[in-house]
């Protein structure tokens, strides 16, 4: 049985649509999630994320919601956005990281439009997962610690943006990669097909300035 490693942060609308179809990826497989810090991913790689830069921030909402409605999946945006996961990242510990708690607190923020730091729909939220005490154990030392471990250790393998699902130490990043993923999965040797080889020697080029420094 193959490990499928997702990595994941509520902060991303694209990761809550490849949460809500993850009957694309294959039977028989052990998914495992591991909630990541989006913005530490981008600090470390000296990059933004799409709701960082206006004219993207516009299109990627919009072209969101498209998705969304083309694929059937429920969507309703939060109050605001960017937020602060840390929240739901650690209850996402809390609860041991079990896909089902994974999807469902998803869609407490993408398809209910909720907020964590709504005192209301926190309180109801931890009630329906049976976390009174969640509070409490958010605020562990080990709990805190395991989300930036999670950071640290994505940040090793490569991981640069979320959703992205990593198998036999291939990378597929995307909610649009779940395809690719797919196919991987029923053609093994996918990778060292025709076009692979200088996809991943394409020399790189003249850099802009400044870039990455």
């Not at 902060?11 to 294959?26: E, H, N, T, V």
């Not at 609860?95 to 730091?117: K, M, P, T």
């Amino acid at each position: 049985m193959k490990q499928v490693d997702w990595y994941f942060d509520f902060i991303s609308p694209f990761a809550y649509l490849a949460s809500q179809r993850l009957d694309l990826l294959p039977a028989g497989i052990e998914l495992r999630p591991v909630p990541v810090l989006f913005a530490g991913l981008l600090d470390h790689w000296q990059t933004r994320g799409p709701a960082e830069i206006a004219p993207m921030r516009q299109f990627t909402f919009r072209h969101i919601t498209w998705v969304a409605g083309r694929d059937g999946i429920p969507l309703r945006l939060p109050p605001c956005h960017p937020f602060n996961p840390l929240r739901l990242l650690r209850l996402s510990v809390v609860l041991g990281n079990d896909s089902a708690q994974v999807q469902r607190l998803f869609r407490f923020v993408w398809a209910e439009g909720r907020s964590a730091d709504d005192p209301e729909a926190w309180h109801e939220l931890i009630t329906e997962l049976g976390l009174t005490d969640a509070d409490t154990r958010i605020a562990a030392p080990e709990v805190k610690a395991q989300v930036r471990e999670n950071t640290e250790q994505a940040i090793v393998r490569g991981v640069f943006g979320v959703p992205t699902f990593i198998v036999d130490d291939e990378l597929f990043w995307g909610y649009d990669a779940l395809p690719f993923l797919a196919q991987y999965f029923a053609n093994p040797g996918l990778l060292q097909g025709p076009g692979f080889a200088a996809a991943d020697t394409f020399p790189e080029g003249q850099s802009r300035p400044g870039a990455g420094s």
